[in-house]
């Protein structure tokens, strides 16, 4: 069975740190990786995807994560957070096995501050 | 181009009574999705479709049917509302099943059961 974790139900960083929001998953097969985002009272954003390319994945808002295989890790990160970044994200895990669920994580606030 | 639409955004509903949320996507979409996210549980998956006339059962179905009888439309039926069903419902379309594809949302609809 697959399965997602996302380590930190709150985050807190100073404007102009770096954002840095932990995702760990488990498949049995290569799976594809979501990270979406949702500001208050909206609905959920795309920020980026992995499907088996390029293991640095590049989204939007300059934000990126890295798939690393090794540590069943797939981490959200940005140098330097605005104050626009306050938000809701998930990280979601799919295809991973026969079953072909999506399985989305529980949710990471992150809290920007002056 | 209106992408995923829902109606209502807000509904409150007596113990009991039964009700439809609406969904809609113009993006000719083979595949839809209902979820419900409540805090601290990311998003459950309900119901999906892979297309006109398929329905399947996801995650949390017990309390609510679906039906697909086009491509555009996927509506959401509460048979007789209890207070578990309190939640925000979530619509959400892809352009077809395979696991690789992104999810568009819908804006959502806050639904709070007395």
């Known amino acids: 069975a697959q399965s997602v974790t996302q380590l930190d139900s709150h985050v807190s960083v100073s404007e102009g740190t770096p954002v840095l929001l932990r995702c760990n998953y488990s498949s049995s097969y290569s799976p594809s990786l979501f990270w979406y985002v949702q500001h208050p009272n909206k609905g959920l954003q795309l920020l980026l995807k992995?499907?088996?390319?390029?293991?640095l994945v590049k989204g939007i808002n300059g934000f990126e994560a890295e798939f690393k295989k090794s540590e069943t890790s797939f981490h959200l990160t940005k140098p330097s957070a605005h104050m626009s970044d306050a938000a809701e994200y998930f990280c979601v895990v799919s295809g991973g096995n026969r079953d072909d669920k999506i399985i989305f994580g529980k949710g990471t606030r992150l809290h920007i501050l002056p | 181009n209106a992408g995923v639409t829902q109606t209502p955004k807000f509904q409150v509903l007596k113990t009991g009574q039964s009700m439809t949320l609406q969904c809609a996507q113009d993006m000719n979409h083979e595949y839809m999705s209902w979820y419900r996210q409540d805090p601290g549980m990311g998003l459950r998956l309900i119901h999906y479709s892979v297309g006109a006339g398929i329905t399947d059962q996801g995650e949390v179905p017990n309390g609510y049917n679906v039906s697909r009888s086009t491509t555009e439309d996927f509506p959401l039926r509460l048979l007789s509302a209890a207070p578990s069903q309190t939640s925000v419902y979530f619509c959400a379309s892809s352009p077809r099943r395979g696991l690789t594809y992104e999810q568009y949302f819908g804006p959502g609809t806050r639904l709070t059961v007395t």
């Open positions: 992995y499907t088996s390319a390029a293991t």
